[in-house]
């Protein structure tokens, strides 16, 4: 057996996940099915919270040179065996949206339409969802039993908005005002969501999402499997600047942000810190540490790994996976509900001690470790990719012909799984109350906007 120090693990399972996303691209933007590219959106995002394992291959980088990093006891062989395991998750995920393909109906290729419809759904949506961010900054959202995860679900309204207006431009023929848009959609949603609640990973599969719609699009010459290669490739690339760029200006935004802030004073703090920003940081070995800490959750989960081995077993088992599912439960009827970040997890499998006004994303991979090893991870991201890629096909069937509300309630659904760092408990709240709210969303859009109604409202004006 070939015996591979830490280093060369990590090279050998990034060139390994390169090869699982060479794999999943095409899979997903399969002309036959149809995608919105919720999958791929999916995967590049789990990438971008993995891809801080690299900074471990230069041999210079000494991660205990910090004294938070320091705190988690861990090595680059840590690093190594957490991207490993994440490996399985990625791999696992690629075989469900696989398996979504071979099991799902078939469907005859057509093309996409761009009825005024969509433009006018899209413009109602980006309204709802910017109304929705606008109360998210008030007090009472976060008082109100439900309210937070309401609102949480409409701000998403902002992403489908942008998404039916990269169709409609693409379907109208206007491929420069759809790449136009799919970027402008990409820099404008972490503006936007930053601005609201300052997290990283929100913001992140926001713009991922939105740019991910072109990707699945047909193009109207040359090769789609290029085209998408290409797209995918130059959208992690700009998530990583974006990513390491956030980390630069974090701090001091978030000393805004979190303390009451206004909007007036979370924007201005915003500009200040990108007017701020260099391309080369003259502290190459800090900024590494932000990545290892922030953009690593390989230390995590190989932590929960050799605690596993340690100690021969202690997982959670189908008790951790129960409380997921029982994650659509409000706080009013179950009070002690974990919050968006709860650390007990964390503690208990890692030997981590957090403070108690801090929050940690640990993501499904650590959280399908520690419920059941190997097995886990392998069929929860397994029954993520399947579950993803069925959502992403129907949200394909109706954004391509034209309509936006019905597409809303699987594009609602879908987003908190694409969020990858979330809780499995938080993922079920979330896609369940997205799935709730996006019906009642698009029943009242199909009555405001039907074309009778249309008339009688223009009677009445």
């Known amino acids: 057996m070939i015996e591979l120090d830490a280093a060369q693990k990590i090279l050998l399972f990034g060139l390994a996940w390169l090869g699982v996303l060479l794999v999943a691209v095409p899979a997903t933007v399969s002309a036959r099915r149809g995608s919105v590219g919720l999958p791929i959106a999916f995967l590049l995002t789990m990438t971008l919270f993995h891809a801080g394992a690299l900074v471990h291959l230069d041999p210079s980088y000494d991660h205990t040179r910090s004294a938070y990093l320091r705190s988690w006891t861990y090595t680059a062989d840590t690093v190594a065996l957490g991207l490993e395991t994440a490996w399985l998750g990625v791999a696992a995920f690629t075989l469900g949206l696989l398996a979504a393909n071979d099991t799902a109906p078939p469907l005859a290729a057509r093309p996409v339409q761009a009825p005024p419809a969509l433009r006018r759904a899209a413009i109602a949506c980006l309204a709802l969802g910017a109304t929705a961010t606008a109360l998210s900054l008030s007090a009472w959202s976060s008082r109100l039993p439900g309210a937070a995860a309401a609102i949480a679900a409409l701000q998403n309204l902002v992403i489908a908005g942008a998404a039916g207006w990269v169709v409609y431009f693409h379907a ?35 713009a991922i999402i939105v740019a991910c719609v072109l990707v699945a699009l047909r193009p109207k010459r040359g090769s789609k499997l290029l085209r998408a290669y290409a797209l995918s490739g130059s959208i992690l690339a700009i998530a990583l600047a974006g990513a390491i760029a956030w980390l630069d200006l974090r ?33 190459d070995h800090a900024r590494h540490e932000r990545l290892d800490a922030r953009l690593n959750q390989n230390v995590a989960i190989g932590k929960a790994v050799e605690a596993d081995r340690a100690h021969n077993g202690g997982f959670e088992g189908f008790a951790l996976i129960e409380a997921a599912a029982l994650g659509w439960v409000p706080r009013a009827v179950w009070p002690d509900k974990p919050e968006r970040g709860d650390t007990a997890l964390l503690e208990r499998h890692t030997g981590k001690r957090v403070l108690s006004d801090a929050s940690f994303a640990t993501g499904p991979v650590f959280e399908f470790y520690v419920a059941a090893g190997y097995w886990g991870v392998g069929a929860g991201l ?80």
């Open 251 to 283: 701090d001091g935004f978030r000393s805004v942000a979190w303390h009451g802030g206004s909007v007036g004073e979370r924007s201005e703090q915003l500009f200040i810190g990108l007017g701020s920003i260099r391309l080369r940081n003259t502290d």
């Open 382 to 461: 397994f029954g993520f990719g399947y579950l993803l890629r069925r959502l992403d096909m129907v949200c394909a069937a109706w954004i391509g012909a034209g309509d936006l509300w019905r597409a809303a309630p699987p594009l609602l659904a879908a987003i908190p799984l694409v969020t990858y760092s979330n809780s499995l408990l938080f993922i079920v709240n979330l896609s369940a109350w997205s799935a709730a709210i996006g019906a009642g969303v698009a029943g009242a859009g199909l009555w405001a906007f039907a074309p009778g109604r249309r008339a009688a409202f223009a009677r009445a004006a």
């Open 172 to 206: 109208a023929g206007r491929s420069g005002r759809a790449l136009a848009v799919a970027g402008a959609g990409a820099l404008a949603l972490p503006a936007f969501n930053l601005t609201s609640a300052a997290i990283l990973a929100d913001a992140a599969a926001a």
